[in-house]
């Protein structure tokens, strides 16, 4: 990826009047392309807005990009003064990403708070649906929800007509009001980084466009305590983009994901009606194949509680969940407490199918044992063996959440397994006790015999 002087521009700042309330709109220069960036809500909840929000919005693509970033408008000097911390976290969970120096037209007081309320952002997933039904004293009891429309992409009106329904029964079901903004944001962005490195940054985003609303809003927590790990929303990177007069907090980490299932299950079960995780298609179900949809409904089917969430298909694909491999601690950490549960209540083949992914993550492929010595060789093995389980990092691509957590992973398991730490960005030798091996081999074998 391009390193150089030159910087991301954001320029040609205007409030727009739409139909459905204000547009915030910049033109972001980055290299020799030009992107529109919009920003929308109801006039009662952005009309007041200033550039803060570009900052989130092109604070990691400009870190991508080796590049600095200019913006060409009014922006919180809170949030100035702590980018440098900012920058100095994410370069810690990928190496590749260089801070950023920032400047504005303008950096400006933040005025009095406006706003009044504590507001949580909801998209019908597991985090945000236990989010804004549990009961809470930290930070407030929610007073408010924010939805964006627009945060999927792909999804044609039909479905984000339907999204934007369900998640209206959902705000009914806990008795709190909703809020409903737009962007664009991740045509921008999806090309740099995957949205698990930067869903953090951008939702802070939504709510610097809202805080003329609300006092406090609430991202969604992923993790409990023990399983946080790198990556693009973290309790401690999430507050930081906070002004003077909004608060930007990071949910608690008390529960993880799967206890955050089984609760909502023994509590709140008419939720899981509306639960939707999947982002691979463009439909108002979920598919039930791709990671999120294995992982949550083998989190449900634990919990007993796969039925009540008709969303998903109703039975769980578990030969497509022995495909799945985990790069990383964190993923493997989401995994963990879901096989603990299964052992609990006797479902040996779920137990059996999440140790089968564990062993077969484990012990490293052909590829990745003599992979990168030689480009012939890279090419051959990829004749022979297919695509890779893991895709590497690519700087010209995507930072992801993955790339997050293979570095933290990486820095980990040399120390564990051989008191080594190695240069930044070499992947620890596999040194696997033979029973690590035989247990692969034999999980492999089952699996084809499958």
């Known amino acids: 990826m391009p390193v150089g002087s030159c910087a991301v521009r954001v320029s040609g700042i205007a409030k727009v009047e739409v139909d459905e309330g204000i547009e915030w709109r910049a033109t972001v220069q980055v290299a020799d392309e030009s992107h529109e960036l919009r920003f929308g809500a109801p006039a009662e909840l952005a009309s007041h807005a200033d550039a803060s929000m570009f900052v989130a919005a092109c604070f990691l693509p400009a870190m991508a990009w080796g590049q600095d970033l200019e913006i060409d408008g009014p ?85 984000s007509d339907a999204e934007l329904a369900a998640t209206r029964r959902v705000a009914d079901r806990v008795g709190l009001p909703l809020h409903v903004a737009w962007t664009n944001l991740r045509t921008f962005t999806d090309p740099m980084f995957g949205w698990s490195a930067m869903h953090g940054a951008g939702l802070s985003a939504l709510g610097l466009l809202v805080r003329q609303r609300f006092d406090t809003l609430v991202i969604p927590s992923a993790y409990d305590l023990p399983g946080t790990t790198s990556t693009g929303s973290h309790p401690s990177l999430d ?24 609760w909502l299950a023994e509590h709140r079960p008419e939720l899981l009606a509306e639960l939707k995780v999947c982002y691979s298609d463009n439909a108002s179900a979920n598919c039930g194949q791709c990671h999120k949809c294995l992982l949550t409904m083998s989190s449900l089917r634990a919990a007993g509680a796969l039925h009540l969430a008709p969303l998903f298909p109703s039975e769980l694909d578990l030969e497509a969940l022995r495909r799945q491999r985990l790069p990383g601690l964190g993923l493997r950490g989401l995994w963990l407490p879901i096989l603990f549960a299964a052992r609990e209540v006797g479902d040996d083949d779920l137990a059996a199918a999440i140790e089968d992914v564990f062993r077969l993550t484990a ?85 084809r015999r499958r």
């Open 75 to 159: 922006v919180s000097a809170h949030l100035l003064a702590r980018l440098p911390i900012l920058g100095r976290h994410y370069s810690t969970m990928d190496p590749g990403l260089r801070p950023p120096e920032v400047t504005a037209a303008e950096a400006v007081d933040d005025p009095e708070p406006t706003g009044h309320g504590t507001a949580c952002l909801l998209s019908r997933g597991v985090d945000s649906t236990y989010s804004v039904a549990v009961d809470r004293v930290e930070p407030a009891p929610l007073d408010h929800l924010l939805y964006c429309r627009t945060l999927e992409p792909h999804h044609d009106p039909e479905v």
């Open 239 to 262: 507050p930081l983009w906070s002004t003077a007069d909004f608060r930007i907090f990071h949910d608690l980490t008390d529960r993880g994901r799967h206890a955050k299932v089984a």
């Open 363 to 447: 012990v490293p492929t052909l590829r990745e044992l003599v992979g990168g010595r030689s480009r012939s060789l890279d090419r051959l093995l990829g004749r022979v063996a297919g695509p890779a389980r893991f895709a590497p990092y690519d700087p010209e691509r995507a930072t992801t959440f993955e790339t997050f957590d293979r570095v933290a992973t990486d820095r980990l398991l040399p120390m564990v397994r051989h008191g080594e730490v190695p240069p930044p960005g070499q992947p620890p030798r596999p040194g696997l006790r033979p029973s690590t091996v035989v247990a692969s081999i034999e999980a492999s074998l089952r699996h």
